[in-house]
């Protein structure tokens, strides 16, 4: 079975600063994707960035990037210019590939403090 | 589109209730999941289907029963809660044909058995 471990219950970060999110995870699968979702104080489940598994290249979302060490097991979040509304729970999560049915395996979130 | 709508927002139930949880997306996805996300925790499956007439139990399916008579609409059913079912309900749905499974969530239900 997959397991994801997010090892940060929580961060803090001043605002314009840049923070890192820490996420491994464990398969013994070689084509999957990788999720970082947000979910603020609304609960909405927001999808950050997505990562194919068989991409080398790490993802970008604007602010968002990926730190993807495939051999390592690991899928790290960095937010540049942090922002007040980017306070939230970030959750990462793992998913197969193939256009199966199976649904996400989530870590267990790291709450992301915002200083002003 | 709507999206993924999620009925009621919030519920409190006494133990031994039942109740039926409405899930309904608009996007003609054919693949259609229920997560409980228990406070602290990450979301864990409870049953998913790929399409009408066909589910499928999850990690958690106890206590729960799905069924799926259109593609739209996947309701969620407790049946004798339980203290342990407190929890936010999330439904999510996903397109079969991409190669990745990207999920698109409801705004949740939150559940309080006492």
């Known amino acids: 079975a997959q397991t994801v471990t997010q090892s940060q219950p929580e961060m803090s970060v001043q605002e314009a600063e840049t923070v890192t999110l820490s996420c491994t995870y464990d398969?013994?699968?070689?084509?999957?994707?990788l999720f970082w979702y947000k979910q603020p104080p609304s609960r909405q489940m927001i999808l950050v960035i997505r990562q194919e598994a068989y991409k080398q290249q790490n993802a970008t979302e604007n602010r968002f990037s990926v730190n993807f060490q495939k051999a390592a097991k690991s899928f790290s979040l960095k937010i540049s210019d942090s922002q007040l509304g980017d306070a939230a729970m970030y959750f990462c999560?793992?998913?197969?590939?193939?256009?199966?049915?199976?649904?996400?395996?989530f870590g267990k979130g790291t709450h992301l403090i915002i200083q002003p | 589109n709507a999206g993924v709508t999620q009925t009621p927002k919030f519920r409190i139930l006494k133990i031994g209730q039942s109740m039926t949880l409405q899930c309904t997306q608009d996007?003609?996805?054919?693949?259609m999941y229920w997560y409980r996300q228990d406070p602290g925790m990450g979301l864990k499956l409870i049953y998913y289907?790929?399409?009408?007439?066909?589910?499928d139990k999850g990690e958690v399916p106890n206590g729960y029963n799905v069924s799926r008579s259109t593609t739209e609409d996947f309701p969620l059913r407790l049946e004798l809660a339980a203290p342990s079912q407190t929890s936010v309900y999330f439904c999510?749905?996903?397109?079969?044909?991409?190669?990745?499974?990207?999920?698109?969530f409801g705004p949740g239900t939150r559940l309080t058995v006492l």
């Open positions: 289907s790929v399409g009408a007439g066909i589910t």
């Open positions: 999510a749905s996903s397109p079969s044909l991409l190669s990745y499974n990207e999920q698109f």
């Open positions: 999560a793992y998913g197969l590939s193939g256009g199966g049915a199976d649904g996400l395996t």
């Open positions: 996007m003609n996805h054919n693949y």
């Open positions: 398969t013994s699968e070689s084509d999957y994707y």
